[in-house]
């Protein structure tokens, strides 16, 4: 018998053997151009032509199931549906357990200098790099059918793809956290998730169980009092700030630090919802944060970020009156201006959401040379914890290697197997020190190759203690530092949505509770949320009362400084009266607005060529100004009388669509030679008042209209408790 041929050989035979495996290098594992740092690419999917194949390449039909005769039973033999049922039953992974509810996008940061008197950061290393990054946005308590528009701090976690390997800034658009040490993380989440046993109220803290936990946890305060201003509400991603929350170090080449606050400082300008404007978006239109980020990119308007950091010498961090590794606390500006380092601009949506968005797994233990922890006991916690859960989600330990994940740069270690395994190491030698590998991979330090190095200031000696460090204790003065900073109409937003939480509180134990740490703050906001809740007030408890204030808090005070993609609602009709055609005066509104890149939707009671949007399916909430053209109006489209009813919509939604657009502060306009009829002015659209803007000339409306959006919303018509 002759000899066996070998496994090689014989596939060499049959013409199955190439050059390599691809996947059997790990650098090369991507394959792209020279200069293609495109995390995602390599992992592309084109469906534009071809056959419907298996999961391994064979070519199927897959539409019907293979059966024992015409109305017989299906076979266990048929593999096709077995392949496709099985892949669809296990397509969702556990959603995250925090900030479910999430949209990304891919961008570009550039480096404005050479920043090595900082860090030796590659990314930050010389002016003009560009590094490829992947932001998601998210809300944190909801879960992933939850609505955008929740009360809630919101995520904020940018990956940038460095030469050197990722990092991660894992932040949210608020500045501190609830907690200061990562050991009550769990208690905190369970307080604020739905009731085990209901499963209810969804996305929301207007109940016993997290307001119990906020008045029994101080910590709690300042984060809750961000949440319950404008932060917790924005108008869209695009118009929040983001931060890093934790105290890090950046770590020069020769060991030296400092101790640094991230800050993403948004370019399009803060902007908030008003509350009942955000309660009614949430039914409306449950994606509208997501859908926002989505069309800003797709119209070519990404939005933009500077990277800032507040930079503090290593034995500054007890200088300020409290301590910088205290997560609950914020580094005012006065002590610590920013400092510019890049810009980042989002300029691609994702291919597939699940692959991209659902499946990148951020962790604040993604780090480069250059950066360094430091001993905040919160980020110290989440170091472990962002790990173990990605473990979780992904069913085993290999989750960095999915396209989003994966570094662009070659990856070397001894790391092996585990579920989902996708490369095939080439190096049988997989233990250090080796020799049967020439020693390879190499150990990277602070002086071989580019390796991470911990700052040598950092020290770990010193008793063993289960406890905070007393400078963690003060828990009033920074909410009382953030109040006093808000506009009074701002001040009044707080306390508004303290009172619809605690309204909804059962126990009046809580309710006392929560007065009695509100207090310790300020007994003025204790009065004005017991008065809503019918309870007597504290004594005022002014340990912890001040008068100072810091710059940078108030969203309402500062103009946007673009109106770019803004959404103006113009009211129409297909109606034609008094020889006024109201389609025309829209066409032409529309077709001005778009010089200002403002995306303008003309809405009537029927979708006849140039109309937009029905009546039925628009709402005040759907856009940022409205204007309402006199053709409309002669139309009878805003009369009060049975007349003007109408089963194409909603009885009066063309009045109520203008008059809650002037309750909820938006700017508001009439386009036209005639006055507003006397509906509408008794609504608010009178041209006497601020920000409504009337004129029978385009150019004078829409100067008038971009100006009121950049004023974005007019506080003067909310009102604000009288106070002795």
Request: hydrophobic content about 40%; proline content about 6%; aromatic content about 10%.
């Amino acid at each position: 018998m002759g000899r066996l041929l070998s496994h090689t050989t014989l596939l060499g035979l049959l013409g199955l053997v190439s050059a390599g495996c691809p996947f059997a290098d790990p650098s090369a594992l991507r394959a792209r151009a020279d200069g293609d740092t495109d995390p995602v690419l390599g992992a592309m999917v084109d469906d534009s032509n071809g056959f419907f194949t298996d999961d391994v390449g064979g070519q199927i039909q897959e539409q019907d199931s293979l059966r024992a005769g015409e109305r017989g039973p299906t076979l266990l033999e048929d593999y096709i549906f077995r392949q496709k049922i099985t892949h669809f039953d296990h397509e969702r992974v556990p959603e995250r357990a925090v900030h479910a509810r999430g949209a990304g996008a891919h961008g570009t940061f550039t480096s404005y200098g050479d920043w090595s008197n900082l860090t030796a950061a590659s990314f930050l290393g010389t002016a003009g790099k560009e590094t490829p990054v992947f932001v998601r946005f998210s809300t944190v308590a909801g879960s992933r059918g939850s609505a955008d528009t929740a009360r809630d701090v919101h995520g904020f976690a940018t990956r940038f793809y460095t030469d050197e390997g990722n990092f991660d800034i894992v932040g949210n658009n608020i500045p501190v956290f609830f907690i200061q040490d990562a050991i009550r993380f769990p208690d905190l989440i369970h307080s604020v998730k739905p009731s085990p046993d209901s499963e209810i109220p969804q996305a929301a803290t207007a109940h016993d169980s997290a307001w119990d936990f906020f008045s029994q946890q101080p910590s709690t305060l300042h984060t809750l009092f961000w949440a319950m201003a404008g932060f917790g509400i924005p108008r869209s991603f695009r118009h929040m700030d983001g931060f890093g929350v934790h105290t890090f170090r950046l770590v020069k080449d020769d060991g030296t630090s400092k101790l640094v606050k991230w800050h993403w400082k948004t370019k399009q300008g803060k902007a908030s919802l008003y509350w009942e404007e955000a309660q009614i978006l949430a039914g409306k239109n449950a994606d509208a944060h997501r859908q926002d980020l989505f069309e800003a990119i797709e119209s070519g308007n990404g939005p933009e970020w500077e990277l800032a950091v507040q930079v503090v010498d290593e034995d500054q961090a007890l200088a300020f009156g409290f301590d910088l590794f205290d997560p609950t606390k914020i580094l005012p500006e006065e002590y610590a201006p920013l400092q510019k380092l890049g810009v980042m601009k989002l300029h691609t949506n994702p291919t597939n959401y699940f692959a991209e968005t659902e499946q990148i797994m951020f962790q604040p233990g993604h780090i480069v040379r250059g950066v360094d922890f430091t001993e905040d006991p919160l980020l110290q916690g989440r170091i472990f914890s962002y790990l173990d859960t990605q473990i979780n989600r992904h069913g085993g330990p290999n989750f960095e290697q999915l396209p989003i994940n994966r570094p662009v740069i070659p990856i070397h270690n001894n790391n092996r197997d585990g579920a989902g395994q996708n490369l095939i190491h080439k190096n049988i030698h997989a233990y250090s020190p080796n020799s049967l590998n020439d020693g390879y991979p190499q150990q990277a330090s602070q002086s071989s190759g580019r390796g991470f190095f911990s700052a040598p200031i950092r020290s770990t000696s010193g008793r063993l203690v289960r406890g905070l460090s007393s400078t963690f204790d003060d828990h009033w003065s920074q909410p009382r530092l953030f109040y006093n900073s808000l506009t009074p109409v701002e001040q009044q937003f707080l306390i508004n949505a303290i009172r619809f939480e605690t309204s909804h509180l059962t126990s009046t134990t809580v309710k006392q509770n929560v007065l009695t740490q509100i207090n310790k703050i300020s007994n003025d906001i204790a009065v004005r949320v017991a008065t809503a809740l019918g309870l007597e007030a504290p004594a005022p408890d002014d340990t912890y009362y001040h008068d100072n204030t810091t710059i940078g808090i108030s969203i309402t005070n500062v103009t946007l400084p673009s109106v770019a993609t803004l959404k103006v609602g113009i009211l129409a009709s297909t109606s034609k009266a008094n020889g006024t055609n109201a389609l025309d005066q829209a066409k032409t509104l529309k077709t001005r607005l778009a010089n200002e890149n403002l995306t303008s939707t003309v809405v009537a009671e029927t979708l006849v060529d140039g109309v937009d949007k029905t009546y039925s399916a628009a709402d005040a909430t759907d856009f940022d100004a409205v204007i309402v053209v006199s053709g409309a109006d002669s139309a009878g489209l805003f009369a009060l009388s049975a007349a003007n009813l109408s089963p194409l919509y909603p009885p009066l939604r063309p009045l109520q669509i203008a008059t809650t657009a002037y309750l909820f502060g938006k700017p508001v306009a009439y386009f036209g030679a005639a006055a507003p009829s006397d509906p509408l002015v008794a609504g608010g659209l009178d041209p006497k008042t601020e920000g409504v803007y009337a004129s029978a000339d385009v150019e004078t409306l829409a100067t008038g209209l971009v100006g009121g959006l950049k004023t974005f919303k007019f506080t003067g018509r909310y009102p604000v408790d009288k106070t002795t």
